[in-house]
């Protein structure tokens, strides 16, 4: 049985569990997992693991040459459809000094809403899935599908293993569709489902002059003052009416094809561009200190839109940068762009799934303005890609009081149930 009577058993079973499931987000948001720095990931792998086993998932923490993933498995009936979720448990820093309502890493449920680090990104769009997932098995243990959920200990770094951990995920089930549970619901609150994500280039720059600090007053306007340098090159990055100078920069890129279904449709079009995400060098500290730095460095950002290469924009706007003297330039991350055809019929699945997990119609967004590795998720399981965004459009992820709405957390296990509901209905009529 894969009708509405399904969906209404388990949409009453997920409410009547509501409580216990928070339960579980605040003890998963309570542990750190802060991939930057590595604090608590390990612990968070192995907490996560021992969540898939009591959903009813054969749980493994797989090891990498970074931070583990998790992988949980519910083989289905031979030539059932094979249905991949993705998810990631690392987490931005944060520290209670940063101006939190509460400490990040001690969530607190007030107004409706769950606070605190990686709430709403992305442990609790991941447990959602869980817990929707165990729901409609648990509800209909027969159901002909295939699943897997694998979460990154990654994302916030790039999602440098992943590509391994999907290899190894192949070879064993493959996949026929990947649904990707990250980002934010269109901002008026609609059933959620986006075509794909621009890419990422992440570089570190630095820039050198003398050997050391000089006294501002005997050395100033006679040796190479670091900061100087280093804004220099990166004015050069732009040309005077703010296009992307660097040579070759957008080859390749797609011209837009925005979904007539896309209510931002009108809105501007996402394009590539190169920003800068932090700079430092010289005194930072209170007072003055009247010298000549010798040493400055900058945080860059590329990001980039389906057609380009990440890899390629990386190597060009390094070798840009270091055309200026004293300056030297290191790609620390890439991720691909990716875009899922407007065609596909997963997109119309999909949709309506999800359309009736959240009783309204569904938005299609044509592109993520951030950030996933659904390129990596294409590539290694050889499928369609889908983000199916499971928080709200102001969750404030990254930030202070990052939070996740508990209305949207219901909503997320409802979505889960339902996309893999109408996946395996799917086959049924299809062996009929």
Known sequence: ?????????????????????????????????????GEGVRAAAEQLRARMEACGFAGRVVETAGHPAVVGRRPGPPGAPRLVFYGHYDVQPAAAADGWSSAPFAPEQRDGRVYGRGSADNKGQHLAVLHGLHALLA????????????????EEITSPSLGPVLAAHRSAVGADLVVATDGALHPSGAPTVVRGCRGLVYLDVSAVGADRDLHGGTYGGAVDNAVTLLVGALA?????????????????????????????????????????????????????????PHRAHAKVECRLVPGQSAVRVGALV?????????????????TEPYR???????????????????GAEPVVVTSLGGTLPLAVLAEGLDAPVLLVPLAGADQNNHGVDE?????????????????????ARRSEEEQR
């Open 403 to 423: 939070n996740l709405r508990v209305d949207d957390f219901r909503y997320g296990m409802r979505a889960a149930a339902a996309i893999a509901a109408a996946v």
């Open 236 to 292: 050069s990055l732009h040309a005077a009416d703010g296009t992307v100078a660097v040579a070759g920069f957008a080859d390749g890129a797609l011209a837009p094809d925005p979904d007539p279904r896309d209510p931002d449709g009108r809105r501007p079009v996402l394009v590539p561009h190169v920003g800068l995400a932090g700079i430092g060098g010289g005194h930072q500290g209170p007072g003055m200190k009247t010298v000549v």
């Open 1 to 37: 049985m894969t009708g509405p009577a399904l969906l209404d058993d388990v949409f009453a079973r997920l409410d009547d569990d509501l409580d216990a499931a928070l339960a579980v987000l605040a003890e998963h948001v309570a542990q750190p997992s802060v991939s930057s720095t």
């Open 318 to 334: 390094a070798a840009h940068l270091e055309r200026s003297r004293g300056v030297s330039a290191r790609v620390i991350g890439v």
């Open 340 to 358: 899922c055809a407007p065609g596909d019929p997963v997109l119309d699945e999909v949709a309506a799934a999800i359309g009736s997990a959240g």
């Open 139 to 154: 509800a209909h243990p027969g159901l002909p599908i295939d699943l897997t959920v694998i979460v990154d200990g990654e």
